[in-house]
């Protein structure tokens, strides 16, 4: 769900819309067959940095296209720290790394 507020720019909700035309364009392309539907860019994103410049590149896509999908990325580019991860397990499930409650418990006692 997207909710702009009055405190985004008009800068910063055109950069916004940049950004789902260009992911619509990316599903058009699949759906028009010039995109593998398998290994594409919105399969693989997002593009860590580490991920753009090692030596083995085996997509069917550019780096560049990886990497900057937008022109506005050349200016201002966010560097996920992470690639996707089990596809959209981690997006449905929550998964926590944290000592259970009962440590927590214990140590005030």
């Given at each position: ?10 800068a910063e909700l055109d950069r916004f819309c940049d950004a789902m035309i260009s ?45 900057f999908p937008i022109s506005f990325g050349y200016i201002s580019k966010f560097w ?30």
């Open positions: 769900m997207v909710e702009p507020t009055e405190s985004e720019t008009k992911i619509r364009e990316e599903i058009r392309e699949i759906e028009k067959g010039e995109s593998d539907v398998t290994d594409n860019v919105l399969k693989n994103a997002p593009h860590t940095a580490q991920s753009i410049v090692k030596d083995d590149w085996n997509h069917s896509y550019s780096r560049e296209k990886a990497a996920p720290s992470v690639g996707r991860i089990d596809s959209a397990y981690g997006d449905r499930n929550l998964v926590c790394s944290c000592n259970p409650v009962s440590d927590y418990a214990e140590a005030e006692q």
